[in-house]
């Protein structure tokens, strides 16, 4: 398993294929970067997990926002 294509942006077999539930496309840009050059600063590794968590824990946020989205096309 490779972890991106660069010809294909989330090509199956692929760690982004697998972890991409991005809801944009600035999103999945953000997690590609990380993916090919991840943190080494303590302080930034733990800032991104708690981001993590706090998402994971307020799933009414993702709601949230898929709602703006539905707006924004109307």
């Known amino acids: 398993m490779t972890l ?10 692929t760690l982004l294929h697998y ?3 991005c809801r944009t496309q ?6 590609h970067k990380w993916l090919d050059c991840p943190p080494s600063a303590l302080q930034e590794i733990l800032q991104r997990q708690k981001a993590i968590c ?3 824990e307020n799933k009414d ?3 949230y926002h898929d709602r703006m989205i539905a707006f ?3």
């Open 4 to 13: 991106t294509e660069e010809e294909t942006y989330c090509k199956p077999g």
């Open 19 to 21: 972890v991409d539930h």
């Open 26 to 31: 600035q999103g999945r840009k953000l997690l």
């Open 54 to 56: 706090e998402l994971v």
């Open 61 to 63: 946020a993702l709601k």
């Open 72 to 74: 924004e096309k109307l």
